[in-house]
């Protein structure tokens, strides 16, 4: 890595005229309740989830008045993949999973601007906005999330979504997803085509699957089946999900690996049908949730590998390819970390520590990194597995791990939902500060 001195920053803001506040016409720029020195370095985050949402938080928090920092997210309000699930399966409202970023503007002095980043200008340090206005950084944090790659199912695209909805990002293919899940009759069959590795929340598919099966055993449809199509030979948390499977709802889900289906063909949205080696397969509702890369504004700034993913040192989270930006959450390789919430909400605070130390010299502490990831299987019964990790020789490395195992008490899986219930209030406060 480069040395990240300060020296010379100043000159290249005082040389700057298109700074964050010159995009005050592209978004909501409150009245911070922190004055920022006119001069102070300018970090600036783009995707305000918990990649990016957290970092902007610690930085501004931590820093106070010293840095000048500004969120640039494309919606006005975000809608949480984690617990989205429980949206489908009854648990949970939009509202609940759905969060502002007022607080970030109002407490904690963030710039918050509302639009969609369209270029990174890697030699000029400036995002280019989608109006074409520019915001110049001295350290910039790309934590975009993925976009799914609709051609690695054949017969998919982005027209097809709109019948059979991945719901992989939250938002209106969520309520789409909930929309045609609710309109189904007893009798009538689910797919869900479950994605290849790496892609966001590895236990994700399955407990999708548990919820659907929840609203249908409470609807009394027990005629219906979830059957799961399944790009990988195996998936996380696996025999524990099929005990649960087997203890909550018998006969009702099934699930397919390449050994079975032999490879899955493709997709025709107006049969709604999927072809594998083995059988074509008939759904009401198809849940196609393809493979995933880096969201486009990483890739573009030609900060991801031939993985579609962007290379980082796990020790700070910085890009392998650009010394003054930092690539976070489900957008990044982080070894042996999963893309999940909890991970991206973990790294945020290792590059805030950074971003730190680079412009204003504080102290950086080794990098520790921690996820769990809890899935709810019933109403009273969720699995978790998780670990701590650190930077290692091939990037961020495994230290411990612990899993649910199987044959636990019912207590304890019911303890499980409680502490998921208070990890989602808790990391929520920490992503939006609200
Ligand atoms: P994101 O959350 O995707 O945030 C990226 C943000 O960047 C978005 O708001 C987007 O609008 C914005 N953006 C992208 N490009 C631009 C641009 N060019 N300009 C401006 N803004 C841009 N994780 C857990 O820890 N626990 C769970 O229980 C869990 N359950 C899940 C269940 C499901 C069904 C799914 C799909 C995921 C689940 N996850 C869970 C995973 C979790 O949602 C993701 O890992 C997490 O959201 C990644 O955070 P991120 O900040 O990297 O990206």
């Known amino acids: 890595m480069a040395g990240h001195s300060t020296n010379g920053l100043s000159r290249r803001q005082f040389g700057f005229l298109a700074g964050a506040a010159a995009v005050a016409g592209a978004g909501s720029l409150a009245t911070p309740s922190i004055v920022r020195a006119a001069n102070a370095p300018r970090v600036v985050i783009v995707g305000g989830g918990p990649g990016g949402a957290t970092a902007a938080r610690y930085i501004a928090k931590d820093a106070g008045e010293a840095l000048d920092v500004t969120l640039i997210e494309a919606n006005p309000r975000y809608t949480t993949c984690f617990f989205s699930n429980l949206y489908l399966g009854g648990l949970r409202s939009f509202d ?39 915001v110049a950084y001295d350290r910039l944090i790309i934590a975009p999330g993925v976009d799914v790659i609709h051609e690695s199912v054949p017969g998919y695209s982005k027209e097809a979504e709109e019948i059979m909805p991945h719901a992989w990002k939250a938002g209106p293919q969520t309520k789409l997803l909930k929309e045609r899940f609710d309109a189904l009759e007893n009798g009538q069959q689910i797919i869900i085509v479950a994605p290849p590795n790496p892609y966001r929340c590895p236990p994700g598919p399955y407990e999708r699957a548990s919820m659907f099966a ?19 030979p195996k998936f996380s948390k696996q025999a524990l999900f099929a005990e649960g499977w087997e203890e909550f709802y018998p006969g009702m889900i099934e699930w397919y690996g390449p050994d079975v289906h032999g490879g899955i063909q493709g997709v025709d949205p107006e049969t709604g049908t999927v072809e594998t080696d083995f059988d074509t397969f008939t759904g009401a509702l198809v849940n196609v949730i393809p493979a995933q890369k880096a969201g486009m504004i990483a890739r573009d700034a030609g900060l991801a590998d031939d993985t579609g993913y962007c290379p980082i040192d796990g020790a700070s989270m910085r890009s392998a390819f650009d010394d003054n930006i930092f690539i976070l959450g489900d957008a990044s390789i982080a070894g042996a970390m999963p893309k999940s919430a909890f991970a991206a909400n973990s790294q945020a605070k290792v590059a805030a520590m950074n971003v730190r130390g680079d412009l204003v010299g504080s102290k950086v502490f080794p990098a520790r990194y921690t996820n769990t990831c809890w899935s709810l299987i019933e109403t009273d019964n969720a699995v978790k597995v998780g670990g701590q990790y650190a930077p290692g020789a091939e990037g961020i490395a495994s230290t411990s791990t612990f899993i649910s195992q199987i044959h636990e008490p019912a207590d304890l899986r019911k303890a499980n939902t409680e502490e998921a219930a208070g990890w989602y209030q808790g990391i929520t406060a920490d992503i939006f500060g609200a």
């Not at 710039?111 to 340090?125: K, P």
């Open 214 to 232: 929840h609203v249908l055993k409470a609807r009394g449809h027990t005629a219906s089946r979830i059957i799961i199509l399944d790009y990988k």
């Open 96 to 134: 609940s999973i759905t969060h502002g970023y007022d607080a970030l503007e109002a407490n904690y002095g963030i710039s918050f601007v509302n639009a969609r980043a369209s270029a990174v200008e890697r030699d000029a340090q400036q995002v280019v906005l989608a109006d074409g206005s520019r």
